[in-house]
């Protein structure tokens, strides 16, 4: 590991991380083209024409249209080829594929904590199969965190109160370094993970050995539970709330006439922040569960409100077909 730390050039553990070398190799190479000849001729001229030396004499510069225009338009479609390689790459590192597998990373100081759909959780290890899309879903439960793997060339900030996401498909098994890239308290410099990229038949054992009864969502379920969430939001409910069978993802109406799609942000808030938004035809009745769980807890429910499925209608949401 600590020949690893003294490499001067991060390994390379995915395409995207090739295709980013790549560009900045050639931009490098780019560059030179132009910021050679400047330095050598500043120099050359310097020694050239100091002082002392006797210059030409007519040494006026005349206007030339052909060389005025060869260095605009020539540097203009250079910067729109970098821009739109760039802009192309940049595209297909932020979006992630539909079937990408999701796991869900929450940052505290000072550690990473990671989740599975199958419900394992790890702490600074991030298991994941070589070969397949994953996606980290991601927020922080205290400060500004950075998530940063070298060797797949990505990075991104962890907020406190926003998910954030990151794809990646590695295409190399192997050992890789993870930083925390955002200064977050005392122990930054040590807030370290490992990312463990197996093939998939290793990544499934590793799952079987981590050992979850249940999964994500029925994690959320039993806590739905505890926190007598159920009480309220479900058949034999005592209190008046929106139904949240088939409530992911769809169009609700809200008490100030706008309306909202209930994504995990906005779950989030329902739970976390109740009176942020009062859904069209209910009082605000609920409590805020902020003080009861932590941002793990919210990314369960989630998960089991999610598994609830677009079945049926939910009460108090729009529908958009
Ligand atoms: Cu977390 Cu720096």
């Not at 050039?9 to 190479?29: K, M, N, V, Y």
């Not at 560059?31 to 007519?58: E, H, N, Q, W």
């Not at 989030?268 to 009176?275: G, Q």
Request: neutral net charge.
């Amino acid at each position: 590991m600590n020949g690893e730390f003294l490499r001067l050039w991060p390994q390379t553990a995915s395409e995207h991380a090739s295709s980013i070398d790549w560009l900045i190799w050639s931009f490098t190479g780019m560059m030179s083209i132009f910021v050679v000849p400047v330095f050598v001729l500043s120099i050359l001229f310097a020694v050239r024409y100091r002082k002392g030396t006797k210059a030409p004499r007519d040494h006026r510069p005349r206007g030339s249209m052909k060389v005025e225009m060869t260095w605009i338009v020539l540097p203009f479609i250079g910067s729109m080829i970098i821009y739109l390689v760039s802009a192309k790459l940049y595209y297909e590192v932020r979006t992630p594929p539909a079937d990408a597998m999701e796991i869900q990373v929450v940052a505290k100081q000072w550690m990473w904590k990671f989740q599975h759909p199958g419900g394992q959780r790890e702490i600074n290890t991030l298991h994941v199969p070589v070969g397949r899309p994953v996606r980290l879903n991601m927020i922080s439960q205290d400060v500004i965190h950075s998530l940063y793997f070298p060797a797949l060339r990505i990075k991104q900030d962890l907020l406190p109160g926003r998910y954030t996401e990151l794809w990646f498909n590695a295409t190399e098994t192997g050992r890789y370094e993870v930083f925390c890239a955002e200064y977050c308290g005392t122990d930054h410099s040590k807030m370290l993970a490992t990312l463990v990229v197996q093939p998939p038949q290793e990544y499934e054992r590793w799952l079987s050995q981590a050992g979850a009864s249940e999964s994500l969502a029925e994690q959320g379920e039993v806590l739905f539970r505890q926190l007598g969430c159920s009480g309220c939001h479900g058949p034999a409910a005592v209190a008046k709330a929106p139904n949240l069978e088939g409530l992911y993802g769809r169009r609700v109406a809200l008490q100030d006439g706008g309306s909202v799609v209930a994504d995990q942000a906005y779950i989030r808030d329902s739970i976390l922040l109740p009176h942020k938004q009062i859904v069209a035809g209910y009082e605000s009745i609920m409590p805020s569960f902020a003080n009861v769980i932590d941002e793990e807890g919210v990314l369960r429910l989630t998960a089991y409100i999610r598994s609830l499925g677009k079945v049926g209608h939910a009460s108090g949401t729009i529908d958009e077909r």
